[in-house]
């Protein structure tokens, strides 16, 4: 598992400022959930994951890079009670 700062950090290694160019989404089945985004006909070559410390964490991530541009949206139907996984592609 990872921290809030260091999966921010992370992401912001992997993207630079280029925000717009990427997606960021929250899941608990990393595997399903990439496969699904391939079956939509999108490109997952640079699909980078993190396990977040909790569903709070992950959700504050997501809420934060969205707002700095990239695509996604909160939202889903996600479990405190399971682990979750923030992704980007």
């Given at each position: 598992m990872?921290?809030?700062?260091?999966?921010?950090?992370a992401i912001?290694a992997?993207?630079?400022t280029?925000?717009?160019?990427?997606?960021i989404g929250?899941?608990?089945?990393l595997?399903?959930?990439?496969q699904?985004?391939k079956?939509d006909?999108?490109?997952?070559?640079?699909?980078?994951?993190w396990t977040?410390?909790s569903?709070?964490?992950a959700?504050?991530i997501?809420?934060?890079?969205?707002?700095?541009?990239?695509k996604g949206?909160?939202?889903?139907?996600?479990?405190s009670?399971?682990?979750t996984?923030?992704?980007i592609?």
């Amino acid at each position: 598992m990872a921290d809030k700062a260091s999966i921010k950090s992370a992401i912001k290694a992997r993207v630079g400022t280029s925000y717009s160019s990427w997606r960021i989404g929250l899941t608990h089945d990393l595997a399903t959930r990439k496969q699904q985004w391939k079956d939509d006909g999108e490109s997952i070559t640079y699909w980078t994951s993190w396990t977040a410390d909790s569903l709070s964490d992950a959700q504050d991530i997501e809420a934060y890079f969205i707002n700095l541009g990239m695509k996604g949206g909160t939202g889903g139907d996600l479990s405190s009670y399971k682990t979750t996984y923030v992704y980007i592609f």
